[in-house]
């Protein structure tokens, strides 16, 4: 994760990193660590999401164009990338 995208996301909503934190009751280093320097946890990335009210995604990138679908679809051991519904349809039209 990129603590530049997260330090805008925390300007965009008036927020600080501390105030994140505490509202997430954990430690401000324990936080940091586990966001930008370590590997977190899906339910720490959904609930730093919801706290900021942006979709996951929106922690990795900056991209703000993004369509209104993405995801990683795992189909018969294959991981597949949807980010456009074309390119949804095109996986369904592959697997059918």
Wanted: aromatic share 10%.
């Amino acid at each position: 994760m990129d603590y530049s995208i997260l330090k805008e996301l925390l300007k965009e909503k008036n927020l600080t990193f501390q105030e994140l934190s505490d509202r997430m009751g954990t430690d401000r280093n324990n936080l940091y660590n586990s966001l930008i320097k370590g590997n977190p946890t899906l339910s720490r990335l959904v609930n730093v999401s919801e706290i900021l009210g942006v979709p996951v995604w929106r922690l990795f990138t900056e991209d703000t164009t993004q369509s209104e679908i993405y995801g990683v679809i795992i189909y018969k051991g294959k991981t597949y990338k949807i980010d456009s519904i074309s390119a949804y349809k095109a996986l369904l039209t592959e697997i059918e």
